[in-house]
């Protein structure tokens, strides 16, 4: 069974920042790819970052320069660090995998995901 648990989140002003976690409990989360999703109300899951066993990343254009992902290896932990955070950057996150070790070229569909996180909600206001 492939447990992933999140953990951060909240509700902050435009411009401010918040960190997201995400722990596996079955696996090290320096072996495979793994991404960042979101979801707002009314709209379809958008992948936001993917980071694979080589620590590339991929990132989706709207959180380029202000989102960044990193690991923790010895805690199997995931995390996003959001920065600069705008309105629109409003909803629930979601981390995956599906075990693969790259990102690949549809690393931001949620359809090549088998694994996801519980969801953490992130809210800006203005």
């Known amino acids: 069974q492939v447990d992933l648990v999140q953990s951060g989140g909240g509700s902050v002003q435009a411009g401010g920042s918040l960190r997201l976690s995400c722990s596996a409990s079955?696996?090290?989360?320096?072996?495979?790819?793994m991404a960042w999703f979101r979801q707002a109300p009314g709209k379809k899951r958008e992948g936001v970052i993917c980071i694979d066993r080589e620590d590339d990343t991929m990132f989706a254009d709207a959180v380029k320069g202000r989102f960044t992902v990193s690991r923790d290896n010895a805690k199997s932990t995931l995390y996003l660090e959001m920065n600069s955070l705008k309105v629109d950057d409003t909803g629930m996150y979601y981390c995956a995998t599906d075990f693969r070790y790259w990102c690949g070229d549809g690393w931001s569909s949620e359809n090549a995901y088998d694994h996801w996180g519980q969801g953490t909600q992130v809210t800006v206001s203005s």
């Open positions: 079955s696996f090290t989360t320096d072996l495979y790819a």
